[in-house]
């Protein structure tokens, strides 16, 4: 099963990152074998919302990794 994650399409992380590794997390999390493995999923699932520098292994990416637009 290969289905694309329910979230991709607006999940803030990668709307909002600017650096190309997220292809990478997206191939291997979102649009992969590893996606029952999101922490940011398990989240969302539970109702929650996940912050945004989370990525899908628990990892905490520093703030000015994100574009600021507001
Ligand atoms: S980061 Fe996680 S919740 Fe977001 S689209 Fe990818 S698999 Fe889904």
């Known amino acids: ?15 909002n ?8 997390w997206i191939k291997s999390y979102c649009q992969g074998i590893k996606q029952s493995e999101c922490v940011r999923k398990a989240i969302a699932d539970a ?3 996940a912050p945004l520098e989370l990525l899908p292994d628990g990892t905490l990416l520093p703030k ?3 574009s600021s637009d507001d």
């Open 17 to 24: 990152l600017e650096s190309n590794l997220k292809y990478m």
């Open 1 to 15: 099963m290969s289905d694309d994650c329910k979230y991709l399409e607006y999940c803030p992380i990668w709307e």
């Open 47 to 49: 109702g929650d919302k």
């Open 64 to 66: 000015s990794a994100f």
